[in-house]
C-alpha cells in the first residue's frame, strides 16, 4: 500500500498554551514535505509553504522568503502529488468553501492536503512576533493584524484534519494564502472565488514529532481548548 503522509511538529494545544519555541528548522521540514502550512518561531506570522520554497506572511503585511536556518514550532507538510486530478470550483464565502470541499472528500477520516489557484477576495491576518514569557494564543490573537484583497490572483494552502485529532490539530479545515506575485498573504479569515483551479491530495499517513520545550513537557495537554481554539482560528475583530 502507498503511504502519503501528513508530517507534523508539534501539537495544536501546545501552541494554544504559548509554546512559540521553534524546533524544525526550515531545512529540515522541507526533507519531510514541498506543500504544507504552519507558524514560525516566536509566533512570527504565518507559515505557507508551497512549490518547495517556505514564505512568511507577516502582521506588517508583508510576505517574506524564509532562510534553511529558520525554525518553526508547529507545521504540517506533505509532499504534494501535482499529478492529482484538477478540478474548479466556486463560492462566496468560506462557509460555502468548507461545505463544498467537504462533499469532495473520499471520507472525513483521512487527512487531506489542499492546493488552489486562482483570483480571489480574501481576508488574512497574522500575529505579531512574541517575546518571551510567551502568553497563550487565545490572548496573543486579540492584537492580530487582518488584510483584505479584493480580485487577487494567488494560492491557498490547507490542510484538512479529522475530527479524531482534536487537540493535536484543527479539525476540518486549516488554510493559508499567498498572493501570485508572493508579496500578501497570511492565515484565511474570509473567503470567495470563481472558476478556481485546485488539486486535492488524500493522505493516508500521519507522523507526529514532538518538541523538545520545557513547556512541552510541563504544560497541561489534556486541557480542553476546543473552544478558544474556534475563536482564535475563525475570530475576526475588524
Not at 156 to 175: A, Q
Request: aromatic share 12%; hydrophobic share 30%; glycine share 8%.
Amino acid at each position: 500500500m502507498k503511504i502519503n503522509k501528513l508530517y507534523q511538529v508539534s501539537t495544536l494545544n501546545d501552541l494554544m498554551l504559548g509554546d512559540y519555541n521553534g524546533t524544525c528548522t526550515v531545512e529540515e521540514l522541507l526533507h519531510h514535505g514541498d506543500t504544507g502550512i504552519g507558524t514560525y518561531n516566536g509566533l512570527d506570522g504565518e507559515a505557507i509553504i508551497i512549490n518547495g520554497k517556505c514564505y512568511n506572511g507577516r502582521a506588517n503585511g508583508e510576505v517574506s522568503l524564509m532562510s534553511n536556518k529558520d525554525t518553526l514550532p508547529f507545521t504540517t507538510v506533505t509532499y504534494f502529488d501535482e499529478n492529482s486530478k484538477e478540478n474548479s470550483i466556486s463560492f462566496d464565502s468560506i462557509e460555502t468553501f468548507k461545505a463544498l470541499l467537504d462533499k469532495k472528500l473520499e471520507s472525513n477520516n483521512y487527512f487531506y492536503m489542499i492546493k488552489m489557484e486562482g483570483k480571489f477576495t480574501v481576508r488574512v491576518r497574522s500575529c505579531f512576533k512574541q517575546e518571551k514569557p510567551y502568553e497563550p494564543l487565545y490572548k496573543v490573537a486579540k492584537d492580530q493584524r487582518e488584510f483584505e484583497y479584493h480580485d487577487i490572483e494567488g494560492y491557498v494552502v490547507g490542510v484538512y484534519c479529522p475530527n479524531y485529532v482534536e487537540g493535536m490539530n484543527l479539525p476540518g479545515w486549516h488554510i493559508h494564502f499567498i498572493s501570485k506575485d508572493f508579496t500578501k498573504g497570511g492565515h484565511i479569515l474570509k473567503l470567495a472565488g470563481e472558476n478556481v483551479k485546485y488539486k486535492l491530495n488524500k493522505l493516508n499517513g500521519w507522523e507526529l514529532v514532538l518538541p523538545e520545550t520545557n513547556e512541552f513537557a510541563t504544560n497541561n495537554l489534556k486541557e480542553d481548548l476546543s473552544q478558544k481554539t474556534q475563536a482564535v482560528e475563525g475570530s475576526s475583530h475588524k
